[in-house]
C-alpha cells in the first residue's frame, strides 16, 4: 500500500487482516504528531482532536489516532492551517484545566504543558470553564491517587480498567467516576499512560 505524506510517498506494510493507524505511520516517518488521548497498543477513543491531519483528497480534518490508513491517501500534518487547529484543540483543553499546577505534579512529564509550549498555545483565549465542585484529590487504594482537577477526560483510563473508572454525566459536566465498589479492579498501571498525571503515586 502507498500512501502520501506531506508531499512524500510513503510505502506502508500491511497485512490480511487490518492496516496500521495513521498516526503511527506518520510517527514512524519522523513528523512529530501530538496526541492525549492515544497511548499506542491501549484501548482509546478520538477525544482530544489534538492529533488532526488533514485529508487532500477530501478537504477533511481526520484525527490520525482512529484513522486507519487506506491505498492512494494524500495527507498533511505540516501545514499551518493544521498546526492552527491543534493549537485550538489545545486552548480549548486548557480553558478547563487548572492554570497553576498543584504537588506532586512533575511539570516535565506533563504531555498536556509540553504541547502547550510546542504550539504556543495560550491558557486564557478562551473563557475558563470548569464544572468541578471539589477539586481536592482522591485516594483511591495504597499510595494511588486521582487529581481530579488535572483530568482531561481523555478516556484512557476508561477504556484500560477492568470495570474501575467510568464516565459520570455528559457535555461540560462529564467527568471520570471511580465507583466505590470498583476500586480493587483498578490496576495502578494507569499512571503511565495518564497525560497529565491526574493519576499518580505518592
Known amino acids: 500500500m502507498t500512501i502520501k505524506i506531506n508531499n512524500r510517498e510513503i510505502n506502508v506494510e500491511t497485512d490480511n487482516y ?3 493507524l495513521l498516526i503511527e505511520i506518520l510517527r514512524q516517518e519522523g513528523f512529530d504528531v501530538p ?3 492515544y497511548a499506542k497498543e491501549k484501548k482509546h477513543q478520538a477525544s482530544c482532536m489534538v492529533c488532526v491531519v488533514k485529508n487532500n483528497e477530501t478537504g477533511q480534518i481526520i484525527p490520525s489516532c482512529s484513522t486507519i490508513a487506506t491505498d492512494g491517501m494524500n495527507i498533511d500534518s505540516e501545514s499551518d492551517e493544521v498546526k492552527n487547529l491543534r493549537k485550538q484543540s489545545l486552548e480549548l483543553l486548557l480553558s478547563d484545566h487548572i492554570a497553576v499546577c498543584k504537588p506532586p505534579c512533575n511539570r516535565d512529564q506533563c504531555t498536556l504543558r ?3 509550549t510546542e504550539y504556543k498555545a495560550k491558557w486564557n483565549t478562551f473563557e475558563r470553564y470548569s464544572a468541578l465542585k471539589d477539586t481536592s484529590p482522591q485516594h483511591i ?3 494511588f491517587w486521582f487529581d481530579v482537577s488535572k483530568c482531561i477526560r481523555c478516556g484512557l483510563c476508561v477504556y484500560n480498567s477492568n470495570d474501575g473508572f467510568t464516565f459520570k ?3 461540560f459536566g462529564m467527568q471520570i467516576f471511580l465507583p466505590a465498589e470498583s476500586v480493587n ?3 495502578e498501571s494507569l499512571c503511565e499512560i495518564c497525560p497529565t498525571q491526574a493519576l499518580y503515586l505518592a
Do not use: E, M, Q
Open 18 to 20: 487490518s492496516s496500521p
Open 169 to 171: 454525566d455528559r457535555g
Open 185 to 187: 479492579n483498578v490496576d
Open 141 to 143: 487504594k495504597d499510595n
Open 35 to 37: 496526541s492525549l488521548c
Open 114 to 116: 509540553k504541547y502547550a
